[in-house]
C-alpha cells in the first residue's frame, strides 16, 4: 500500500533479483519491481483478481471474459505462474544454498510456495503487491494468481481496491478436468493418494481411478496442492465486502464470464 519496501522483498532485489535474467520489462513494460517516478504501487491499484483451484476453469473464463469485457486490462501485470517463476522459487532456492533452476513438477512447486508463504506473510498475494504499475495506465487490472484462505484474506484485507472474485467447482469434478486436459504444464508423479479427499468422496473417486475416468496425475497434483491451499472456498468470504464467490456447476464458461462482468459494472 505504501511505498516502503517489506524486509523480503529487499532482501529479493539485492540477493536474488541480480542473479536472474528476467524478462519483465519486455514482456510487460507498464510493471517493475523497483519504485521509479510515473509508477504507483499495485496494491492501491483497482484490480479484479479471478481466484480459483487447479481444474476449475480458470483460464477459459479469463479467455471469455476479454471478449466480454475488452482487452483493456489483461495481460497488463504477469501471472501467478510467472511470478513463482521470477521471485517465490528463485527466492526459495536462494535461501536454500540451491541453484536457481526452472521447476515443472506442481508438487515440487507447491513445496516451493509453501515455504516462501512462511516466510513472506501473504504468500503470492504479497508478491503481487510488489509490482509497481504505470501511472499511465489508469484502466481496471483483470488477473489471476492468488490462491487458499492465506493469500485472500491477506489480499481482502490489505487491498481494498482489489476485487477478489473466487470461482468453484465440486472436487470430483475439478479430478476430471484436471485428468482430462492435456496442459504441458501438469507433471506430477507419486502415488494415487486419495486420503486429501473428505471420506464422503473417497469411495467413489477410488472407483473413478479404478474405472480411468480420473489418473494419477491428477490426484498427485491435487493432493499437493490442498497441502497449500486446502480443497474447499474460502469460508470467511461473507465478511468481506470485495469478496464474490461463483460456483460454475452447470454454467458454460461464457455464463461465468458474464456473472464476473456483471461484478465489474457493479464496482463501476
Not at 481496471?140 to 490489505?158: C, F, P, S, Y
Not at 491435487?222 to 454454467?251: K, T, W
Amino acid at each position: 500500500m505504501g511505498d516502503v519496501q517489506a524486509p523480503d522483498k529487499r532482501y529479493y532485489l539485492s540477493e536474488v533479483y541480480p542473479r536472474l535474467s528476467l524478462p519483465l520489462s519486455d514482456v510487460y513494460p507498464l510493471v517493475r519491481l523497483d519504485k521509479a517516478a510515473g509508477f504507483h504501487g499495485l496494491g492501491s491499484h483497482p484490480l479484479l483478481m479471478l481466484v480459483a483451484l487447479t481444474g476449475t476453469g480458470k483460464t477459459t473464463t479469463l479467455a471469455c471474459l476479454g471478449r466480454v469485457l475488452g482487452p483493456s486490462g489483461m495481460g497488463v501485470i504477469p501471472s501467478r505462474r510467472e511470478l513463482a517463476d521470477w521471485i517465490a522459487l528463485p527466492m526459495m532456492q536462494t535461501l536454500n544454498g540451491e541453484e536457481t533452476l526452472p521447476v515443472a513438477d506442481r508438487p515440487r512447486r507447491f513445496a516451493y510456495t509453501r515455504s516462501f508463504a512462511r516466510r513472506v506473510p501473504g504468500g503470492m498475494a504479497a508478491v503481487f503487491s510488489w509490482l509497481y504499475l504505470a501511472d499511465s495506465f489508469g484502466d481496471l487490472v483483470i488477473a489471476e494468481g492468488i490462491r487458499g484462505e492465506n493469500e485472500i484474506r491477506h489480499a481482502l484485507t490489505r487491498f481494498p481496491a482489489w476485487q477478489i472474485v473466487e470461482l468453484t467447482l465440486d472436487p470430483l469434478t475439478r479430478l476430471r478436468r484436471l485428468s482430462e486436459r492435456r496442459d504441458r504444464f501438469d507433471r506430477a508423479s507419486g502415488a494415487a493418494d486419495l486420503s486429501f479427499l473428505p471420506c464422503e468422496l473417497r469411495e467413489e473417486a477410488g472407483a473413478l481411478l479404478a474405472a480411468g475416468e480420473i489418473d494419477a496425475k491428477a490426484v498427485a497434483i491435487m493432493g499437493a496442492e490442498v497441502c497449500n491451499y486446502g480443497l474447499f472456498p474460502f469460508a470467511a468470504g461473507d465478511q468481506f465486502p470485495n469478496y464474490h464467490r461463483i460456483s460454475v456447476d452447470e454454467r458454460s464458461p461464457d455464463e461465468v464470464a458474464w456473472a464476473v462482468a456483471e461484478i465489474v459494472d457493479a464496482q463501476s
